[in-house]
């Protein structure tokens, strides 16, 4: 009898405690009190010795003591069930011998697997029996027993690296996997890497029939992670979450809508941000490569859907909170516009809604409507021709006018801060005659308007918006020195957002400050709001270089500077020329 | 134009916005600029220091002089002159209030040790014989004007600044001449019942919480004993 069939036969003799024993023996870096190196590396010796068949004969070994394991674990009753008893007591000198036993195991796992194409496919075969085996008491394996922790980790790793082989059967090591590393990424004592594997397995959640009513669990724990933050910090974390909108069956996306919107509500904007681009990686389909082109286009519709249910609620509510936050969120798409698709979604998802919002009798709908008519600016849409665009177009170029003229304030106030974003956005698109007709109403009606401070603050907010457009100087150089009376407003708000449009316009060359409001009358505002400290700070933030000069000298020396580098390149680049 | 040349004309323009305007200006720039721009204004006023010498020595005959004649010092000296720009007393009780706001607004700040460097900007120009010399003008310039008073109340809340200053940072220069001072006190409760007698009510009971204070910061208690007292018998064996 040779060397080979005496250790087969005697690994087949022992019961598992013994093999165990044994292995351990050949196996001394899993045992702390080996200090001799030559023992730590017998068992690596006697793999690398063995032939193909030996290897198949050792597997065959393993896998019968490993279901004798797993069976000796059900009846320490260390395996959870729904009927399992929460008060047993694990003996500790067997718990540490099974332990042992499955560390073993995985360990001549991560060895073969090593050096896999060395292997038959039926010894490969044999050895992932025995690894599906470990992977299917992944979760049921109760934390009590000695080592579970670490047992279930090294477990974990295996099936994980099994995953990404991604061989034909790769899906029979995530049914426990996934909920695992949920559970896992979800504890109080996850880190990134935690949602960073998850992600890695991302593809495995739409292998799942979410239709069946087994998926509850795995359901709620992927709902779960729609609420966790450092899935919405992370980009990985926010792509496994993008990837739950897209799953259709079992009302997944519905569920997940019903989770993300009460979270939306608080109006938190990192959160909303977050699941705005969620939405936006759904909608472009960013995890699934996988899928047809025909399937890509049933799921954006879909989504497109989601959104439109978002735009309606967003429109069409009262708390103020909730509509900022889903302002927030849609505003990850606004963002996009100018990529052509985006540009045709939303015009596809705002025209149903937006132009009968508002024209809505119910004023806050009617403002809620315009600030987004405004987020928005200009609807088009690439199918349509040149004259349908043009009317497209002339239609809300028309509404902005009759905006502005609303008989709410709310809605005047978005409407006069809207169409200075959009002038200044678009001046050179944007009709002589209206800019001429949107700005004299702003400054000779709205600027005045005495219902509500904040509409005359929405119109000094938005020219000192459109100073940010060079075009704009010329026009608005003639029209502010109309407004220099709101240096002297009833409200205070209304006072320092007009010291912020000078101090804006200060910054400019062409044009002066002094020439919309006289050096007298500023002191004289200064003097008189001596004790409001916000206002008092922005006019002496005004009339700093007025008063106190600073940086005189240093001008002249910069520009004397500059002048002799110029002159010094210009005489090099002469001395050059032929 | 310069710095303080714009800030003068600034004052001359709208006294009100300057004060708010200086009392900001250490927000909007630095810490730094505000004492700057106080050493530059309570130069103004020690701008004729070179002539400080010739000061004390008449200064001190004549209150020998009054002391000996138990009669309060009125007569002004011709060689004490505010230089051009202060000649206006409106103009200076401009300055001294954009001063004195001016340092106001900076003072919690130079009690902290990052701003070391411009409290000895401060030291350095805030000198005791400077502040003697500008308490000498003050005390023997004035000509019993309804405004003395006022410019004598705010010239000592200046004071009482870089002194109360002066002795967090442990610097001597708060030994200003006890003559000069009794001089001030002597002449503004003078002056201060003068305007009491034109019927501005409520401006002693106010200045006299001025010089509470000064008092205070230069530990000048004594002194300023001597001289009530020094009034008080005046005016009774008058």
Known sequence: MDSKTKFFKELGSKSWADLSTYLLQLLAPQSSNSTNSSKSCKLADILDYFGDKDHQELWKILEEKTSNIINELQNLGAL??????????????????????????IHVSKIHSIHAEKFSIAMISKRDDVLQSLHDILLPLSDKFS???????QIAKQCELKWQTNCVDCGNYVTQLLPYLLLSSLAPSSTDSDIKRVFQLR?????????????ESLRGLLLRCLLHPAYLKLSEGRRVLSLLLTINEGNMR???????KPQISHGNRIVCMAYGDIFVRAWKCDSLEDQSEAQLVIIKGQIEECLQTLIFEAIHTSNRNQFKGLRLVLSNFHDLKRQKEVDSLLTRIYSPIIWRSLKAANAIIRSQASIFFFDIFPLQDASHNQQEAELLLQKQFDLLVSLLQDCDHRVRVAAASGSC???????EAVPADIIKKTLSYLVGTLAYDTSDASVRLAVISGLKEILDQPLSHIIMGNILPNISNLLHDNAEKVRLGFIELLIKVKGLRTIHFYDIVSVEQILDRLAEDANRQKISLAITELLLNSFYPQRYVVKIEVALLKSYIFISIAMVLLSKMP | MNQGERCLSFIRENVRAAEVFYSHLHQVTKVGSAVKISVMLFSQFASNEENAENVVKPVENRRKKATAEKSRPTAPDSSFQFPDSLQDSAMRIGVLRVLLATLLSIESKLMLPKYSSSLLLLNKHFTSAKMDFVLSMFAFNQNLSPLSPVETSLIMQVFAIPIRLAKISSVATSSLSSLSFDVVIENFIVQSQLVNKVNVNGFISHNALVVVELVQAMDKWVSLFLTCSSIISNELFK
């Open chain 1, 80 to 105: 959870e069930s729904d009927d399992c008893d929460e008060s047993v007591e694990f003996n500790s000198a067997d718990n540490e011998i099974i332990a042992n036993f499955i560390s073993l195991l």
């Open chain 1, 147 to 153: 080592r579970a922790i670490e047992l279930k980790s």
């Open chain 1, 203 to 215: 593809k495995a959640i739409l292998m799942f029939d979410f239709d069946d009513s087994s998926i």
């Open chain 1, 254 to 260: 519905e569920l997940a809508l019903e989770v993300v």
């Open chain 1, 421 to 427: 974003h959009i002038l200044r956005e678009y001046w």
